[in-house]
């Protein structure tokens, strides 16, 4: 029986890459196919924990080591002594520490004949040479077969790295937690910005360095709130994501950026949660303005849970709007344009049919059964004799 060996490319984030592992991870059980993968990862990390509280702890394979580079060494001699016929799924593995490792490993890993593939959940990009000329030895000697999140993700991938893109997985979304409800506890954060008549602006996002290659672009949030404060409209955003500068420096420069406009009373930063999905049940709106967002996890998650979203026209994020609201689509640096589909959305009746076609899009395309399923077919997992009817009706 063949095995889905997976490693993925950090173990100490938490993010999208580590909530679609999870998401595939329960797909796979739901197809009974529970002895068919495995889950490398570093002992002691985020991703271990992570998913050992989601109850899938049988799944993994534990390896101790000092630091996540020696994790990732070992974790490839582990894989070199698993059956050849046995596939490994690199999960985002390009990652600047792990690039001269990869190096090494790659001529040996080429002559096995293990099939091998490779996730791409962004765009792989450097902000130096060396990196550039490191990630595309890597890919012609390893010569990985790419999964790309998305089309954008794969044109990118096919211009610069690997021109042999077997797959399209648009990242699932978890609708059991994900979905319209009626009513559900309102965080309290959000409690005295909802009490003042505010209606609430959501941008889940990392807080990273702007001007990089996949920018969140939070600055522009700030001229947003200028706009909608000088006509007239009260509206308050909330940013909620992790900071990992010194000093939360990131947050510090958007917090005074938001206070020389004279909006700091109108704009919030609040860190990670877990219960996102109640943060989503009282928004009035997403905004998103990543030029280069290689996907969008919020925006799928968000029109799930019935808000609606304004965002970034290019990139992932207008990849996915284009199918179903165009009209929600904005230059990502037009502030007066946004602050006016944001009134627009939020006030117009037929944001409700445009919602009820996004929440059809995101069911079809972003389950985690057909996710799973997906990836089975790509990697070559065979289904249980006993499901092997029910992947049938799925389909």
């Given at each position: 029986?063949?095995?889905?060996?997976?490693?993925?490319?950090?173990?100490?984030?938490?993010?999208?890459?580590?909530?679609?592992?999870?998401?595939?991870?329960?797909?796979?059980?739901?197809?009974?196919?529970?002895?068919?993968?495995?889950?490398?990862?570093?002992?002691?990390?985020?991703?271990?924990?992570?998913?050992?509280?989601?109850?899938?702890?049988?799944?993994?394979?534990?390896?101790?080591?000092?630091?996540?580079?020696?994790?990732?060494?070992?974790?490839?001699?582990?894989?070199?002594?698993?059956?050849?016929?046995?596939?490994?799924?690199?999960?985002?593995?390009?990652?600047?520490?792990?690039?001269?490792?990869?190096?090494?490993?790659?001529?040996?890993?080429?002559?096995?004949?293990?099939?091998?593939?490779?996730?791409?959940?962004?765009?792989?990009?450097?902000?130096n040479r060396m990196g550039e000329v490191l990630r595309k030895l890597i890919c012609k000697c390893l010569a990985p077969q790419a999964i790309c999140n998305s089309q954008f993700t794969a044109e990118c991938i096919r211009r610069r790295l690997i021109s042999d893109i077997v797959g399209i997985l648009y990242q699932?979304?978890?609708?059991?937690?994900?979905?319209?409800?009626?009513?559900?506890?309102?965080?309290?954060?959000?409690?005295?910005?909802?009490?003042?008549?505010?209606?609430?602006?959501?941008?889940?996002?990392?807080?990273?360095?702007?001007?990089?290659?996949?920018?969140?672009?939070?600055?522009?949030?700030?001229?947003?709130?200028?706009?909608?404060?000088?006509?007239?409209?009260?509206?308050?955003?909330?940013?909620?994501?992790?900071?990992?500068?010194?000093?939360?420096?990131?947050?510090?420069?958007?917090?005074?950026?938001?206070?020389?406009?004279?909006?700091?009373?109108?704009?919030?930063?609040?860190?990670?949660?877990?219960?996102?999905?109640?943060?989503?049940?009282?928004?009035?709106?997403?905004?998103?303005?990543?030029?280069?967002?290689?996907?969008?996890?919020?925006?799928?998650?968000?029109?799930?849970?019935?808000?609606?979203?304004?965002?970034?026209?290019?990139?992932?994020?207008?990849?996915?709007?284009?199918?179903?609201?165009?009209?929600?689509?904005?230059?990502?640096?037009?502030?007066?344009?946004?602050?006016?589909?944001?009134?627009?959305?939020?006030?117009?009746?037929?944001?409700?049919?445009?919602?009820?076609?996004?929440?059809?899009?995101?069911?079809?395309?972003?389950?985690?059964?057909?996710?799973?399923?997906?990836?089975?077919?790509?990697?070559?997992?065979?289904?249980?004799?006993?499901?092997?009817?029910?992947?049938?009706?799925?389909?």
């Amino acid at each position: 029986m063949r095995k889905l060996m997976i490693l993925p490319g950090t173990c100490h984030a938490l993010g999208g890459t580590l909530i679609t592992l999870s998401l595939l991870i329960k797909g796979f059980e739901q197809y009974g196919v529970r002895e068919e993968f495995c889950v490398l990862v570093h002992a002691g990390s985020i991703t271990q924990k992570y998913l050992q509280d989601a109850g899938q702890g049988a799944y993994l394979k534990v390896i101790a080591a000092p630091t996540e580079p020696e994790f990732f060494r070992k974790a490839l001699q582990w894989v070199k002594q698993q059956p050849r016929d046995y596939p490994l799924l690199l999960d985002n593995c390009l990652n600047r520490s792990l690039l001269f490792t990869l190096v090494a490993a790659a001529p040996w890993m080429r002559w096995s004949g293990r099939p091998i593939y490779h996730f791409f959940h962004d765009l792989a990009l450097s902000y130096n040479r060396m990196g550039e000329v490191l990630r595309k030895l890597i890919c012609k000697c390893l010569a990985p077969q790419a999964i790309c999140n998305s089309q954008f993700t794969a044109e990118c991938i096919r211009r610069r790295l690997i021109s042999d893109i077997v797959g399209i997985l648009y990242q699932p979304v978890n609708t059991e937690r994900f979905n319209v409800r009626v009513s559900c506890a309102l965080p309290a954060p959000l409690e005295p910005i909802l009490k003042s008549g505010a209606k609430l602006i959501l941008t889940p996002s990392r807080i990273n360095q702007p001007k990089i290659v996949n920018d969140k672009n939070l600055r522009a949030l700030i001229p947003v709130l200028v706009s909608l404060k000088a006509s007239g409209h009260f509206y308050h955003s909330v940013v909620i994501g992790e900071d990992l500068s010194p000093g939360k420096i990131y947050s510090q420069e958007l917090l005074q950026l938001a206070k020389d406009a004279g909006v700091e009373d109108r704009f919030t930063m609040l860190p990670p949660t877990f219960a996102i999905e109640d943060y989503y049940q009282h928004a009035s709106v997403v905004l998103t303005l990543a030029p280069r967002e290689p996907f969008g996890r919020t925006v799928v998650e968000a029109l799930a849970c019935g808000v609606p979203v304004i965002g970034s026209k290019s990139g992932g994020i207008g990849e996915i709007l284009s199918n179903f609201a165009p009209e929600w689509m904005v230059d990502p640096e037009d502030a007066k344009a946004a602050a006016e589909a944001i009134v627009r959305v939020t006030t117009d009746a037929n944001t409700t049919q445009i919602l009820e076609k996004a929440r059809n899009w995101v069911h079809s395309e972003c389950s985690v059964t057909s996710y799973a399923k997906k990836m089975m077919q790509i990697t070559g997992i065979a289904l249980p004799e006993n499901n092997q009817k029910e992947l049938v009706q799925i389909s």
